[in-house]
């Protein structure tokens, strides 16, 4: 079958093997050029890039609102206000909206921006099946959080162990809409990671063998692979849980011969995968940033690739160091010990390599590489701390206290957060063809810096003092006032680093210094084009004959390759992702009240399928569409 | 680099350092009632142990790795007007890498034998002290702990009471949820899980009164679920024992009498109260209720002002709860709360 990226020589062979334009059985496909109806039916991988980083960085927000309400909660000693049951809701849908919602649709506007710019593709292998990935995305978000306006969010914290959630001590529907949410959500990430395994493997520029790819390309190569084989058993969990909840199946529950601690493995066997689902990708985008400002190539390409692998593959073989002290016997504690003290390895070495690239370079401290610079310095502390955890012994006294709320957070803000930022300020020119302020960048940088180590340092302290993680009071003689009152203060300082970096992303957008194609000098494909690129993104697709190919490219004197003559197929726009992401959320909303009435929801649950089945069928039967470019003649526009 | 980006930094540097300093060194900073850097007995004091070694690796790779990236981010930063100069390329070295590799592993290894170590300690009572260890169940329940000593034949709550130098062998299980049990200064933690029995022990040095906590998230009033180990010397653990094997003293002035009338009519069903015919499993066994120093596992003193509030609205006290009186459409008067606190307090 003919892929849209296919390159026709003349106009004459298109129309046999693409019928372009042709409407399908069920009507024409959209054609606006701009507007909403634009971005609602667009399969443009940088459109819906662009939607996965607003949506995300919204959630982002909703998730620190959430935050800033536990740190004003635990600011004083038996504060009144957040007290029981809406504290629980407040951090479960904290972790659940910053871990689904927030971090990792952040890297998949990443995956969809950058990756097929990065390796010379048109788009990625399934435009339409991205698009779908999105709208699914949405409505599984969107559901998690309408259960605020429906009786109560989620309350069974973001792992959500059961029993806790099961039917017996959960009353009211907070954990339905986790675990439908949920799965939808992963349905999401599934299409994503087979799309982008797909890109990836089958799109490459002609040239690109899998060493010379970007270590961002392979790091989403990896994390997709992740995805692929971890959301299997968390969907497998949330089944079994939504079958004990919904049709009194006993999964879970203990009276009538279930296994409750069979959730915490179902569940970390994905929870732990999905750390590194999260991290790998800043990984890379680090990767890239650190040689581009340091001007040399990066130190150790084929050992920061395979650690990055290593560290995929021993993601699967550590998923029992959160269940040290679930009572599974001394020497599965040490064996799980020993496999998580490995994963410092790997970790170390990429670190070291770091080192190593910008040893030696002539570095260029502007807002991407700070923030590249702090994810090494902060995600190396979370590691320190990692090892701590990784010895067992020592981690039954921390297990489920602060020291290691002060862990997790130095890898997933510190580190995660800091990668994404420094790949948002890397990129913004490419994505908008405008540079962020500098000086805006700095303020918020340090901000960012000195709030975020101001509010989850002293938690190392709080936790060896020993407070326990998700409690909503504490007593004035433990010990724990001056540093709680010190953390609330910090973190509405971090908050406002956020709100320095919006500002600065909405003033460039308008007011920022004009990119051009290559305002940092890049080294990837990128770079060599448009600043924002083109919708066809190349005008000829280059032939790659090295890692770092555009550098060596201008290095040499080589130009990139451009039209001549060549028409481009584009495919067209489709309704149907949206369709069939809108009859998945009424599907799995209506699911919810199955409990209370079984007929009206079950109808609704139909009518939501039905929804979902006339979008499949409309998606295979819409007809190819899409047009043909030339490129030459296009120029004007993008330049 | 121009002056305020020299003055942007020191600031910064000045800012993490005492953060760091002050974090350490801040009194109190370390030594709270639940402090695990604090430790009263040989489990958690192997377990600190454990700590420092990997406290240890990680400053020197902290120091070692940050003092390389520091130097290199000053020593190798563009010079004005040199942003775009092109350095001389390199793409790594097999030999450092290897060395690095290598390196790592064997700091590993400086944990890993001091952990496999503590680990088999903690984890069963060592043998030569087996015989005079003392076998105590706790029981986790939504949020409240039971404590059974099976060879002693008592049941209490939310106050363990153990004898210093002699170690306590413990089963921990659950009643309904997970929890977990832990006493820092004593020991690390070890959930309940439903359906399974987890066993760990600890053993107390020194008579105090430490402080523990649930640490397992298990609903409404998680943060709420808190207990105390009694440790004390052999003679006033003897003491203990021998009142808790006792029945509950008979009621004396009118208002306990009133009192135990109104417990009999519905505390008992969820309340036990061994000899006066209380046998209610749900709740708390408050036969020696009177004894213990505190109120809504380990959260209020058990004291007059404490236990009348209680009374009145258990909800309002501890949100979640199981002792819901509305739901049960039990209404209680002044003066039955009177009553109620005078009996709850004769039994001591």
């Known amino acids: ?639 | 680099m121009n002056a305020s980006r020299l003055i942007q930094t020191v600031l910064v540097g000045a800012f993490l350092i005492g953060l760091y300093f002050v974090s350490l060194f801040y009194p109190g900073g370390l030594d709270g009632p639940q402090s695990f850097m604090v430790t009263n007995g040989p489990v958690a004091a192997q377990q600190k142990t454990v700590f420092w070694y990997t406290v240890g690796v990680s400053l020197f790779l902290m120091v070692a790795v940050g003092g390389v990236f520091l130097y290199a981010i000053f020593k190798f930063r563009a010079k004005p007007g040199e942003d775009f100069k092109v350095p001389e390329q390199t793409h790594g070295d097999a030999k450092v890498e290897l060395a690095l590799i290598l390196f790592s592993c064997a700091l590993l290894l400086v944990i890993a034998i001091p952990n496999a170590k503590a680990l088999f300690y903690v984890d069963k009572v060592p043998a030569e002290h087996q015989e005079k260890a003392i076998k105590v169940v706790a029981i986790g329940h939504q949020w409240w702990w039971e404590f059974q000593y099976p060879d002693l034949g008592i049941t209490t709550a939310n106050e363990l009471h153990v004898p210093v130098g002699v170690p306590i062998d413990v089963e921990v299980r659950s009643a309904d949820v997970l929890h977990s049990f832990w006493v820092p200064r004593l020991a690390g933690k070890m959930d309940a899980v439903p359906g399974q029995i987890n066993k760990m022990w600890f053993q107390a040095d020194t008579p105090d009164k430490y402080y523990g906590h649930c640490t397992e998230y298990c609903g409404d009033s998680h943060a709420n679920m808190r207990f105390f180990v009694m440790a004390e010397d052999q003679d006033t653990f003897d003491k203990w024992v021998r009142n808790e094997k006792k029945d509950a003293v008979k009621p004396a002035s009118v208002e306990e009498v009133n009192g135990q009338r109104l417990f009999m009519q519905g505390c008992n069903s969820c309340h036990a109260v061994q000899g006066a015919g209380a046998m209610g499993v749900v709740g708390p066994n408050l036969t020696h209720f009177g004894s213990r120093t505190s109120l809504g596992a380990g959260l209020f003193t058990n004291d007059t002002e404490h236990l009348t509030k209680w009374l009145e609205d258990p909800q309002g006290m501890k949100p979640g709860n199981l002792m819901n009186l509305e739901q049960v459409n039990m209404v209680l008067s002044n003066s039955d709360v009177k009553n109620l606190t005078a009996y709850l307090q004769s039994l001591k």
């Open chain 1, 1 to 639: 079958m003919a892929t849209h990226t296919d390159v026709v020589t003349t106009p004459a062979h298109a129309p046999a093997a693409l019928p372009v334009g042709e409407p399908g059985i069920l009507g024409p496909r959209p054609t606006s050029p701009t507007g909403v109806w634009d971005w609602l039916t667009t399969i443009d991988h940088k459109k819906i890039g662009i939607m996965y980083g607003l949506f995300a960085l919204a959630f982002i927000v909703l998730g620190g609102i959430e935050a800033l309400l536990i740190r004003v909660q635990l600011a004083i000693p038996n504060n009144n206000f957040l007290v029981g049951d809406i504290y629980n809701q407040m951090f479960t849908m904290h972790g659940t909206t910053m871990i689904f919602l927030g971090v990792m649709p952040l890297t998949a506007a990443f995956f969809n921006y950058v990756v097929p710019l990065q390796i010379g593709a048109r788009d990625v292998a399934f435009p339409r099946l991205n698009a779908f990935s999105l709208w699914v995305f949405v409505a599984g978000a969107v559901l998690i959080n309408l259960s605020w306006f429906l009786g109560g969010a989620p309350n069974g914290a973001w792992v959500g162990y059961a029993p806790i959630t099961s039917p017996q001590f959960n009353v009211g529907h907070n954990s339905d809409f986790w675990i439908m949410g949920l799965l939808v959500l992963g349905v999401a990430s599934v299409a994503a990671s087979l799309n982008f395994f797909t890109t990836i493997i089958n799109m490459r520029a002609p040239g690109m063998s899998l060493m010379r790819m970007p270590v961002f390309v392979w790091m989403t190569l990896i994390t997709n692979v992740l995805i692929l084989l971890a959301f299997p058993p968390i969907t497998i969990a949330l089944v079994q849980l939504l079958m004990d909840r919904t049709f009194g199946a006993n999964f879970f529950n203990y009276a009538k011969g279930g296994m409750p601690i069979m959730w915490q493995h179902w569940f970390w066997v994905f929870g732990h995968p999905e750390v590194y689902i999260l991290i790998l990708p800043p990984m890379g985008i680090v990767s890239e940033i650190l040689p581009t400002f340091s001007r040399k190539p990066l130190y150790g390409y084929p050992l920061i690739v395979f650690s990055g692998a290593f560290i995929g593959f021993m993601g699967f073989a550590v998923w029992s160091h959160h269940m040290f002290t679930a009572g599974m016997g001394v020497v599965a504690v040490l064996a799980f010990s020993i496999t998580t003290s490995i994963i410092a390895v790997p970790t170390g070495v990429k670190i070291f390599n770091w080192l190593g690239t910008i040893w030696g370079g002539n570095l260029r401290t502007e807002t991407p590489m700070l923030y590249a610079l702090s994810f090494i310095a902060m995600f190396s502390i979370g590691g320190f701390s990692g090892i701590m955890h990784s010895a067992a012994a020592a981690d039954y006294q921390q297990h489920d206290t602060y020291f290691i709320v002060a862990h997790f957070h130095y890898v997933l803000i510190g580190g995660a957060i800091s990668g994404l930022l420094a790949g948002l300020s890397y990129w913004f020119p490419k994505i908008t063809g405008r540079i962020l302020n500098e000086k805006l960048g700095l303020a918020a940088f340090w901000t960012f810096f000195v709030g975020f180590n101001a509010t989850f340092f002293p938690m190392h302290i709080l936790g060896l003092n020993g407070m326990p993680r998700r409690i909503y009071n504490y007593e004035a003689n433990m010990g724990f006032n001056f540093w709680n009152m010190f953390v609330t203060i910090s973190a509405f300082i971090l908050a406002f680093s956020f709100l320095l970096f919006f500002i600065n992303m909405a003033y460039s957008f308008f007011k920022g210094k004009v990119a051009g194609n290559d305002p940092w000098d890049g080294r990837t494909l990128e770079w060599a084009i448009s600043s924002p690129p083109p919708v066809y993104n190349f005008e000829a697709i280059p032939e790659v004959t090295h890692l770092d190919d555009f550098w060596h490219k201008k290095q040499t004197g080589q130009p990139m390759p451009t039209a001549n003559g060549q028409l481009i197929h584009m495919p067209g726009a489709s309704y149907y992702p949206l369709v069939i992401g809108f009859g998945m959320f009424v599907m799995s909303l209506a699911s919810i009240y199955l409990t209370d009435n079984m007929l009206a929801a079950g109808t609704g649950a139909v009518v939501g399928f039905l929804i979902l089945l006339f979008g499949i069928y409309g998606w295979a039967l819409e007809g190819p569409g899409g047009e043909m470019l030339d490129p030459t003649k296009e120029r004007g526009a993008y330049n």
